[in-house]
Nanobody
């Protein structure tokens, strides 16, 4: 059974830090690119960060560059998002996403976690 379990969300003051974690099971983790998305009510889900299947490359939304860092541990089947210098506009539900790294794009498997709330407020 495939599972992506996020943890680490919560309430933090502006300028503070949080570290989100996502534990994966039920699939071959090292064959999947891992992503973090976020979503606020009434808005589309936004891609925040992505890390390639073996961790050799990362990319970030402009809004979080220089503040967020994505990392993964293929030995532990986990991916993390370190969030520093948090702003109120970072408030959202954050979702862990796994997308199979395959040339058969149309048939790639995609999995989602349930999400974890991050609230940045004083």
């Amino acid at each position: 059974q495939v599972q992506l379990a996020e943890s680490g969300g919560g309430l933090v003051q502006p300028g503070g830090s949080l570290r989100l974690s996502c534990a994966a099971s039920g699939f071959t983790f090292s064959r999947f690119d891992m992503k973090w998305y976020r979503q606020t009510p009434g808005k589309e889900r936004e891609l925040v960060a992505v890390i390639s299947s073996i961790g050799e490359s990362t990319n970030y939304a402009d809004s979080v560059k220089g503040r967020f860092t994505i990392s993964r541990d293929n030995g532990k089947n986990t991916v993390a998002l370190q969030m520093n210098s948090l702003k109120p506009e970072d408030t959202a539900v954050y979702f862990c996403n796994a997308e199979e790294a395959t040339k058969w794009f149309q048939f790639r498997r995609i999995y989602w976690g349930q999400g974890t709330q991050v609230t940045v407020s004083s």
